[in-house]
């Protein structure tokens, strides 16, 4: 069963436009960590969120931690084809260590200009 | 992605023929780790490894097959490539309690 769920999997905006992309576990989260990828390219670290509660910005990508709901959300504003990309979160599992990593299966993000 | 290598960087296999992708870093991380991405996919976890000597499974193992006998090497075997095997798969490692995730660039195989 996939440990982490993102929701939507694919999504489509105008550009200027604001959305959310969702990341749920099924399990305890210790942490997690967004990535950005062009299919075929390297991953682009965004950022980590270690506790509940804690948010991250970074430009316009805002990233926040729901411990209590084992979920985390990322943010765009205002839109930009230069975000358009795969979206992954990924957490460690297993008592805090960071031992196995498991990431969900992706958000496609598609900006129209 | 410095101290993570890949080699290859792309390589075509016919049904059958075994490969092993090579995945070296330079960090003496103890975590590595072995995923593979299909088209407009997110990364599923083949293998992974908290240090030399020891392995464990991910969610895809099936088809492969890794070993870890230093800090540096956690190379990936593919002994009867198939043409489900077609990916992209890439290397990571973090350190023991580390935050940071260190991916390598990236090995394209195609199975035909």
């Known amino acids: 069963s996939q440990e982490l769920e993102q929701s939507p999997q694919s999504l489509i905006v105008q550009e200027g436009k604001n959305l959310t992309i969702n990341c749920t576990s099924s399990k305890t989260l210790y942490g997690l960590y967004w990535y950005k990828q062009k299919y075929g390219e390297g991953l682009i670290f965004l950022m980590m969120?270690?506790?509940?509660?804690e948010e991250k910005s970074h430009e316009k990508i805002t990233a926040k931690l729901d411990e209590k709901k084992q979920q985390s959300s990322l943010h765009i504003t205002a839109s930009q084809p230069s975000h358009a990309g795969i979206y992954l979160c990924?957490?460690?599992?297993?008592?805090?260590?960071?031992?196995?990593?498991?990431f969900g299966k992706g958000t496609l993000l598609t900006v129209n200009p | 992605n410095a101290g993570v290598t890949q080699t290859p960087k792309f390589r075509i296999l016919k049904i059958g023929q075994s490969m092993t992708l090579q995945c070296t870093q330079d960090?003496?991380?103890?975590?590595m780790y072995w995923y593979r991405q299909d088209p407009g996919m997110g990364l599923k976890l083949i293998y992974y490894s908290v240090g030399a000597g020891i392995t464990d499974k991910g969610e895809v193992p099936n088809g492969y097959n890794v070993s870890r006998s230093t800090t540096e090497d956690f190379p990936l075997r593919l002994e009867l490539a198939a043409p489900s095997q077609t990916s992209v798969y890439f290397c990571?490692?973090?350190?023991?309690?580390?935050?940071?995730?260190?991916f390598g660039e990236g090995s394209w195989l195609t199975v035909v």
């Open positions: 969120l270690q506790k509940g509660g």
């Open positions: 990924g957490a460690p599992r297993g008592g805090g260590s960071n031992y196995k990593l498991t």
């Open positions: 990571a490692t973090i350190r023991a309690s580390g935050n940071t995730i260190y």
């Open positions: 960090m003496n991380h103890n975590y």
